[in-house]
């Protein structure tokens, strides 16, 4: 009869969980692996074991947060408006930071880069979006450099989920800040025809 298998997935989900959390409210010097083992209920030998270390325990919490968030924004369907597209995707962004906050704070909190300028991989959560801008930029619909708009809109949103998460915020002011604030960045980068359309159209 084999050995029991002690460091299974189980293990591995208690110990991501924990990390997790961990990471996402405590100075991140403070986050070591006997702390992490000792709240879920684990040995440090099983991050070890699992992870080859606290490394490699924070890469794995870094990888669950960019696949979910990526997973969100794919799910965005292409419709005839980029814009709406664009906005869609940043709601997108919002309903996955705001259910997971800790994953989201922690990707944002130092583990994960955010560069469009550099090369995307397929699984970039930023892929949906600069696909998007470019798409908006081709069709005329926007105008100015795919880099700019996609860090301008990137702000625009982590800002307001960042507040939001940190209780800034209530329910309904956090929503209508959204959905203005996304729109007139939006119409911001719009070229100066959609620009006039958009107003013409304004109630």
Avoid at 13 to 41: G, I, K, N, Q, Y
Avoid at 173 to 193: I, K, V, Y
Wanted: proline fraction near 4%; charged fraction near 20%; include cysteine.
């Amino acid at each position: 009869m084999g050995r029991p298998k002690t460091n299974d997935g189980a293990v591995r989900e208690r110990l991501v969980v924990c990390a997790t959390e961990m990471l996402a409210t405590r100075p991140r010097e403070s986050v070591t692996v006997r702390a992490v083992a000792a709240a879920a209920e684990a040995s440090t030998t099983a991050v070890y074991s699992l992870f080859g270390g606290k490394d490699g325990l924070i890469d794995a919490v870094r990888d669950r947060a960019v696949a979910g968030l990526f997973r969100e924004v794919s799910a965005v369907r292409t419709s005839v408006d980029p814009l709406a597209d664009l906005y869609a995707l940043a709601v997108a962004y919002r309903r996955w930071g705001c259910g997971h906050r800790h994953l989201y704070t922690v990707l944002f909190g130092g583990v994960q880069s955010f560069d469009p300028s550099g090369e995307v991989g397929g699984s970039d959560p930023i892929g949906p979006l600069l696909a998007a801008i470019d798409r908006a930029l081709t069709e005329s619909v926007l105008a100015g450099d795919a880099t700019s708009i996609a860090l301008s809109l990137w702000a625009a949103m982590h800002g307001l989920v960042t507040l939001e998460l940190a209780g800034a915020l209530d329910a309904a002011t956090a929503e209508a800040a959204f959905r203005s604030t996304m729109h007139a960045t939006l119409r911001g980068w719009t070229t100066p025809e959609v620009f006039s359309s958009l107003r013409r159209s304004a109630p």
